[in-house]
Every structure is written in C-alpha cells, then in structure tokens.
T-cell receptor, first 114, second 116 residues
Framework: GEDVEQSLFLSVREGDSSVINCTYT??????LYWYKQEPGAGLQLLTYIFSNMDMKQDQRLTVLLNKKDKHLSLRIADTQTGDSAIYFCAESMYRGSTLGRLYFGRGTQLTVWP | GAVVSQHPSRVICKSGTSVKIECRSL??????MFWYRQFPKQSLMLMATSNEGSKATYEQGVEKDKFLINHASLTLSTLTVTSAHPEDSSFYICSAFSRGFYETQYFGPGTRLLVL
C-alpha cells in the first residue's frame, strides 16, 4: 500500500523559516505535491515536484526531495501569519488504474506566532 | 491556475433526504474527477474515481448505492448522498484533472454537509 507520513504540528515565529517534512513509501511515485488548506476551505495546490528532481524553488517555497530516503520537505521562507494552515503532502503514480490518484498524509498544522 | 467549483458550499438537510453536490471544472476539460470525504482534523479519504462517460470506481467500504456519482460531461460530476443520515455529515471535496496534465490536480472549495 501507499503510506504518507507527516508530523501533525509545527509552530514558528513570524519571519522565521518553516520546514514541513513528509515521508512516503512507494518508490514508484511520480509526482509529489504540497497542498495548503485553510479552515473550512478546499485544498490549494502550492507546488509539486517530479520524482526525478531534487529541488524546486518557487518564491518563498523550496521543495527538497530525497528519493533514496523517500523524504520530501517544504520550506517556507519568511513565514507570515497568513501561512497558518494545514499543509498536506501527497504522492501520485503515473500508471494504469491509479492514474491521477493522490495519496495524502494526515496534514501538518502550521501555526505562526506574531 | 485552473478553477474547480462546488455547489452548494454548505447544506443542512433532514435525515432521510437526498442531497446532490456538483463539481465543475470551469476552464478545462476534466477527464477524471475524484470525490473525497474529510472528517474534522483528518486527512482526505478517497471515496470514488469518476471518469467521464463511464461508471465510477468506488473505494473499498464506500457504498455505491448510497453515494451515487455521475460524470455526464467533461466539466461536471455530481455526487448524490441518498437517504442521508447524521453519520454522513462531513466535508466533501472534489478534485479534477485532465489527461495529459497529470502533474496538476485542482480541488474544489468543498461542501459542508450537515444531516439533522
């Protein structure tokens, strides 16, 4: 089966960097994603990385992928109070009947203190 | 980015009634839509996969006669909760992607269902 694990909580002070970690078990994962969910809302796609990449940077967001250890991280630079939300890590595979299906972690609640 | 809408955003109904939730892809053709259910402070649980023009594929433990899914067009999928009961109260979220654009999957804003 596919297991995606995340720590449940992270608290940081405004202006600091946040690092949210995720591990997954299926080595055939093709894409790995980070989604943000604010209270009562759907999921907002933040960024994704293809499995043959090591790093992807997009403004304040940096994604690091260690394929050997099956470890994915999301770094948010200069974290703001508006970044407080739940962050979901997800993996997908590009084959057969599972095409497009996402497997989610339980989500990390990020709290940013002013 | 692409936009996926859901309607209604919130619904309250009496036990025993049926509720229909719509999921629309607004600016792209969604060959596949997924329906998820999310309990408070929990992750998303995949209920079913909906492919345009074919029957939905349900996950183990999800009753297909209770959660009817129709994907009649490339921009619309509907989830009908039949004979709803209080235990069906939850947050239902759909997502959509287009074949050929596997790297991006967009989610709707969710529908909060409360069954009294």
């Amino acid at each position: 089966g596919e297991d995606v694990e995340q720590s449940l909580f992270l608290s940081v002070r405004e202006g600091d960097s946040s690092v949210i970690n995720c591990t997954y078990t299926d080595s055939s994962s093709t894409y790995l994603y980070w989604y943000k969910q604010e209270p009562g809302a759907g999921l907002q796609l933040l960024t994704y990385i293809f499995s043959n990449m090591d790093m992807k940077q997009d403004q304040r967001l940096t994604v690091l992928l260690n394929k050997k250890d099956k470890h994915l991280s999301l770094r948010i630079a200069d974290t703001q109070t508006g970044d407080s939300a739940i962050y979901f890590c997800a993996e997908s595979m590009y084959r057969g009947s599972t095409l497009g299906r996402l497997y989610f972690g339980r989500g990390t609640q990020l709290t940013v203190w002013p | 980015g692409a936009v996926v809408s859901q309607h209604p955003s919130r619904v309250i109904c009496k036990s025993g009634t049926s509720v229909k939730i719509e999921c629309r892809s607004l600016d792209f053709q969604a060959t596949t839509m997924f329906w998820y259910r999310q309990f408070p402070k929990q992750s998303l649980m995949l209920m079913a996969t909906s492919n345009e023009g074919s029957k939905a594929t349900y996950e183990q433990g999800v009753e297909k006669d209770k959660f009817l899914i129709n994907h009649a067009s490339l921009t619309l999928s509907t989830l009908t909760v039949t004979s709803a009961h209080p235990e069906d109260s939850s947050f239902y979220i759909c997502s959509a992607f287009s074949r050929g654009f596997y790297e991006t999957q967009y989610f709707g804003p969710g529908t909060r269902l409360l069954v009294l």
